[in-house]
């Protein structure tokens, strides 16, 4: 079977079966994200990590920033390699990579601000016996996660690097994983995001890079992927 067949095969499989799990056991709101967020609840429905410097600034901003340099890094070696002789061989890939995560986010984003689905910590109601979650909340634009996207655009790394150099492929892919996740995580505990938003994250970025890796396929079997 050729690669490129293979690929197909082997992503489409993925694709549907995370689809299906995803949409089985974590819909929004369900009962799944719901004990999973329950531990950072108080018992009048406040979130009292929300404003935690370490999750609030640490995680939300600082950490945020650090990736982004990583993905401006690939860009200015883009921009010299207009210029500069040894960066000529990664001007396609560095383009690409760079390009997919602003694509990657920017669709999150986008269906971020079209989506109806509140803040966890816009849906808890409190009452005189505790409190109850109001899914009807009008306050919405919570659906997909945006901050986890940051992390989670690391995957196009994958592509990238995928038929070049499978070590720094699968750095890319595990990396991605685990810092959209953990980003993910921690906006869950400040009540910003149930699970099920990350997770979707993950599958639409990962649907993205998909699609439009099958579409350059050519380009990553002809053309270096690394500096010399």
């Known amino acids: 079977m050729h690669d490129k067949q293979r690929f197909i095969l082997y992503q489409g499989c993925f694709l549907v079966i995370s689809f299906c799990m995803l949409w089985v056991f974590f819909p929004i709101g369900g009962s799944l994200d719901l004990a999973l967020i329950h531990p950072w609840v108080s018992e009048s429905g406040k979130f009292l990590l929300r404003d935690n410097w370490y999750l609030a600034e640490l995680n939300h901003r600082y950490v945020k920033d650090l990736i982004i340099l990583v993905y401006a890094s690939f860009f200015i070696i883009w921009l ?135 579409f350059n396929y050519k380009r990553f079997t002809i053309t270096p992927s690394s500096p010399e």
């Open 80 to 214: 010299a390699s207009f210029k500069v002789e040894k960066f000529k061989p990664v001007r396609w890939t560095y383009g690409y990579f760079f390009c997919m995560v602003i694509l990657s986010t920017s669709i999150i984003g986008l269906l971020k601000s079209q989506s109806a689905h509140a803040c966890p910590w816009n849906s808890t109601i409190p009452t005189s016996q505790g409190f109850f979650w109001d899914f009807s909340a009008s306050k919405g634009h919570c659906f997909p996660g945006g901050h986890a996207s940051t992390g989670f655009a690391l995957m196009a790394g994958y592509a990238v690097f995928r038929q070049s150099n499978k070590k720094r492929a699968y750095f890319f892919l595990v990396s991605g994983c685990i810092l959209g996740f953990a980003m993910g995580w921690a906006q869950m505990m400040r009540g910003a995001h149930f699970l099920s938003h990350n997770l979707w994250t993950a599958w639409i970025i990962w649907l993205v890079n998909v699609i439009f890796y099958l």
